[in-house]
């Protein structure tokens, strides 16, 4: 295998060429996380006959300029791609891949690039689809504690510190209680100018509905414990490329380097091998064309198709506590304890299904219908889905976050989604269910006054009242026993 070092519009870019003459089909893959980080992977596509093509992105690492994130990337796209279509090594086919903010570079480069640029296959694993899809959950509730992280490591400076907000955390544990939330910058003691900016996008769903005019095969991967499993999702429904895989594990945003709860010995696939073997038939037209995909089930260690059949089921949690109860950001419900206080005032509802009389298989999206009132003008509603095995074992399910702004007083129903769920359940389990007013660090407390949580420098308490009689909670069961299938079927079909 050959090393090469190259410049692409003044971008740091290393080239891994296959033993061979050539010429070859590539794999590019643009990252702000530095390219010497991607070495490994660069050799494994380089040893089964891909010439492999690292860059780092704008401003990070080893390519000068300004970093702007998600601003760039499909015109620096554009000119990598067409730079490797030049090289004598190249026999013209590209396929684009990458993987968190690298998948968003593999994806603007499908759905924006000219003709002449466009890649002929993408590999998207959890993509962070833009600035807006990652500050916000799809109801526009702010993601505090991930972004935070994200601009203290990588924001505004051409490398990278991973442990910024956890040193910080430790010297001022109430760092994300200081208000008003766009001063963190100073309270980090950095220059993060785009930090303010950045809960200024609301161009949520951009790439998504692009999705629907691409011309190209898609494998999307995602994980049921990544906070982007729901974009993931979407990008492989929206798909309008001849072909759209899908593989969905138990994972958190590192796939299988960092298991979540649920997992298996049959959840580990070698996704390197099978990255190479659908990029070989993704760039020969051996695809069969429509939407396939792979998913897998918690705590029964097999896969099944993504297009199972399943059917809705509501369940009425009858009430424990709670039922009236204040939304204090002084003391706000955690996102980061399952423990629910058990004193007075309390801080949340708490409501709880009787244990299950045989195992249960979900599938699908889950949510919450309520009937409440809030007696502040704007309030957050932050539902949280709890497993608790026979021994009281607690285990977070899903979560899902709204904002409402109406009439203080005034009772509504709604709805709070709660994501996708790919789990059995146990006989004996029994499902809790919390209602709060808050879900931090996660997200940025509501200050209850209408003010934009991120600028707010005062914030009320919120006295709240659940009508149990309106609390209805959906899932989405199989139709039938499970049809185990591996993933290689269904990807590489």
Excluded at 354 to 380: F, H, I, K, M, Q
Excluded at 402 to 409: F, S
């Amino acid at each position: 295998m050959t090393p090469l070092a190259a410049t692409v519009e003044g971008l740091a870019t290393d080239v891994r060429l296959p033993d061979g003459d050539g010429p070859f089909p590539t794999v590019l893959l643009r990252t702000p996380y530095d390219r010497a980080r991607h070495r490994d992977e660069a050799r494994g596509w380089a040893r089964r006959g891909f010439a492999a093509v690292v860059q780092d992105v704008r401003g990070r690492f080893g390519s000068p300029g300004e970093w702007r994130p998600y601003r760039d990337e499909a015109a620096d796209g554009a000119a990598t791609a067409r730079w490797i279509r030049s090289r004598p090594w190249s026999d013209g086919r590209l396929v684009a891949a990458g993987a968190s903010y690298g998948a968003h570079c593999a994806l603007v480069l499908a759905l924006d690039a000219p003709d002449d640029a466009r890649p002929d296959a993408v590999l998207a694993a959890v993509p962070a689809l833009g600035a807006a899809e990652t500050a916000r959950e799809p109801s526009g509730v702010e993601r505090l504690f991930t972004r935070a992280g994200w601009w203290a490591a990588h924001g505004d400076r051409p490398d990278s510190d991973d442990t910024a907000l956890t040193r910080a955390l430790t010297a001022d544990p109430g760092l994300l209680t200081h208000l008003p939330l766009t001063d963190l910058p100073r309270r980090l003691g950095r220059d993060l100018a785009s930090w303010p900016a950045l809960w200024r996008h609301r161009d949520r769903g951009r790439l998504v509905a692009r999705a629907a005019h691409a011309v190209v095969p898609l494998l999307a991967v995602g994980g049921h414990h990544d906070h982007f499993t729901d974009d993931t999702v979407d990008l492989w429904h929206a798909w309008g490329g001849p072909s759209a895989r899908l593989l969905l594990g138990p994972w958190g945003h590192g796939l299988t380097g960092a298991p979540g709860p649920g997992a298996g010995p049959a959840h580990r696939p070698a996704l390197g091998e099978l990255y190479v073997n659908w990029a070989r038939r993704a760039l020969t037209g051996r695809l069969t064309p429509g939407h396939h995909g792979a998913l897998a089930l918690g705590d029964a260690d097999l896969w099944l198709p993504a297009r199972s059949r399943t059917a809705p089921l509501t369940l009425r949690p009858r009430p424990v506590h709670g039922t009236v109860f204040t939304a204090d950001p002084d003391r706000p419900a955690r996102s980061d304890d399952l423990t629910v206080p058990a004193g007075d005032p309390p801080d949340r509802c708490l409501l709880a299904t009787e244990p299950l009389p045989r195992p249960l298989d979900l599938l699908g999206p889950a949510r919450v219908r309520l009937r409440a009132t809030a007696d502040t003008p704007s309030a957050d509603w932050a539902a949280r889905l709890v497993a608790l095995d026979p021994a009281g074992t607690a285990e977070r399910l899903a979560v899902g976050v709204v904002r409402r702004a109406e009439p203080a007083g005034r009772e509504t129903a709604f709805t709070v989604e709660l994501g996708r769920l790919a789990r059995r359940l146990r006989q004996g389990t029994r499902l809790r269910l919390e209602i709060a007013g808050h879900h931090f660090p996660a997200h940025a407390r509501n200050p209850h006054t209408g003010a934009d949580p991120m600028t707010a420098d005062r914030l009320l308490a919120s006295r709240r009242t659940v009508d149990p009689a309106g609390v209805a909670l959906t899932l989405h069961m199989l139709t039938s026993p499970p049809t185990p299938t591996e993933p290689a079927e269904e990807i590489l079909r």
